[in-house]
């Protein structure tokens, strides 16, 4: 997959995989790296797929309808680009936080729905529930933040509370944090991530 790779200055702390919403580049989410741990190794991904010529990570049928066999192919097509991108880079797979927004975001979760050991943690913006009526694996040791917003019109606040009660029916440790800015991403709620990731990560 079309990524770049950063290396950190403190090779404990864990690797942040950044993924982009619909449109975006890997050079999207870089400054949110750089607010929520400087010292950490970065892995930004480009979505393979393309809509209209914008990059996403996985195919739509229409807003908010996801076409689910790409959702899944694309899921383990991720899944198994971090486990070569940890080999390439030499960094250690099971400590990988993801870092993504609407789209990326969702594919984020979709690693979490699929796979037990995939990401260490998560920050999620403005995410959506991926899948729905499967068997979650066993998610325990899972940190996830969810940044949500009240009024966003991609993601009503009941579907942001279902995913928040998914994941933690699945054992993930999860944070949820309320914005009133629709599908956008905000400082503030970037500000929120940081907070919560030095605390939940204090000792990396
Ligand atoms: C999606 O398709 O993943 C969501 O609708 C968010 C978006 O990318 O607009």
């Keep these: 997959m079309k990524h770049l790779f950063k290396q950190g200055s403190n090779p404990a702390k864990p690797v942040l995989l950044l993924l982009h919403g619909t449109g975006g580049t890997e050079q999207d989410l870089l400054p949110l790296a750089e607010m929520i741990d400087p010292e950490a190794s970065v892995l930004s991904v480009r979505g393979n797929v393309l809509e209209n010529g914008m990059p996403r990570f996985f195919r739509r049928l229409a807003m908010g309808v996801f076409d689910e066999e790409d959702l899944i192919f694309r899921t383990k097509e991720l899944h198994q680009f971090l486990g070569e991108a940890a080999e390439k880079y030499e960094f250690d ?100 991530a940081a907070k919560w990731y030095r605390e939940a990560f204090e000792n990396q």
Excluded: Q
Excluded at 159 to 185: C, I, Y
């Design 93 to 192: 797979r099971s400590n990988i936080i993801a870092i993504g927004y609407s789209n990326g975001a969702n594919i984020a979760a979709s690693l979490l729905f699929h796979y037990a050991d995939s990401l260490k943690g998560a920050i999620l913006h403005h995410p959506m529930v991926p899948r729905r009526g499967i068997a979650l694996p066993n998610l325990g040791s899972t940190e996830v933040f969810i940044a949500a917003g009240k009024n966003d019109p991609m993601c009503p606040p009941e579907e942001s509370e279902e995913l928040d009660e998914l994941l933690t029916n699945a054992g993930a440790k999860t944070a949820v944090h309320w914005e009133m800015n629709g599908h956008s991403l905000t400082r503030t709620e970037v500000e929120a």
